[in-house]
């Protein structure tokens, strides 16, 4: 039997963390790659030798809907590209719980499938919503996957003030995928990645 963590202490830790590089000033920040609707940046990771990237963009619909299709459940398998499987081991309560889900190979495939067991918290943020995890040291792994390590993420849900049926949506993602991968070749994935996931839920909320 794993040894589950103290959801409760997790969970405060993880937001705390969260608000943190939330409010970050902008300088600390460099830009990595920008599209007419989503800005990427990254600074050094305080976590691991790698990035911290920071992520915001504009989505068009209400805060609860866009949460719904990025926290765990059946909706983020139907439009994530690059996740390949999701299952909930264990939960807490209705908003916290431990998932474990696999992701496609990346760059041609220079990425091989990944594999992540993270505890997920979601919490009311401000105006609106934010939904964060971290990675468990979870024993059970299965041999076709690379186990890699998210460091504390998140995504921030919030209204837009002039135009409230829209929402302001900021991640943080700091991933180690671990294996045998050039830094700069994560890099490249990541930012491109997640200007990808904007585009995609965009979709899947315009579907839904």
């Given at each position: 039997m794993e040894a589950l963590p103290d959801a409760a202490v997790l969970a405060t830790r993880l937001k705390n963390t969260l608000i943190q590089y939330h409010n970050l000033e902008d300088e600390?920040?460099?830009v990595a790659k920008k599209t007419k609707d989503?800005?990427?940046?990254?600074?050094?990771?305080?976590e691991f030798n790698g990035y911290l990237f920071k992520a915001q963009g504009v989505i068009d619909d209400l805060v609860n809907s866009v949460i719904d299709h990025i926290r765990p459940g059946p909706c983020r398998l139907d439009w994530d590209s690059l996740m390949t499987s999701l299952d909930i081991l264990e939960h807490f309560e209705e908003n916290c719980c431990v998932m474990r889900y696999t992701t496609a190979g990346q760059l041609w495939n220079i990425i091989s499938p990944r594999e992540f067991v993270d505890f997920s918290y979601t919490v009311g943020y401000k105006e609106g919503l934010l939904s964060c995890g971290i990675s468990l040291d979870w024993s059970e792994k299965r041999s076709e996957f690379v186990r890699g390590y998210n460091h504390p993420c998140g995504w921030f849900c919030v209204p837009l003030k002039e135009s409230p049926s829209r929402s302001l949506l900021t991640g943080y993602i700091q991933t180690d995928l671990r294996g045998m991968i050039p830094q700069s070749a994560v890099d490249t994935a990541m930012a491109s990645t997640l200007i990808n996931f904007y585009g995609d839920l965009q979709k899947a909320l315009q579907k839904a």
């Open positions: 600390k920040w460099r989503v800005t990427i940046w990254r600074k050094p990771s305080e």
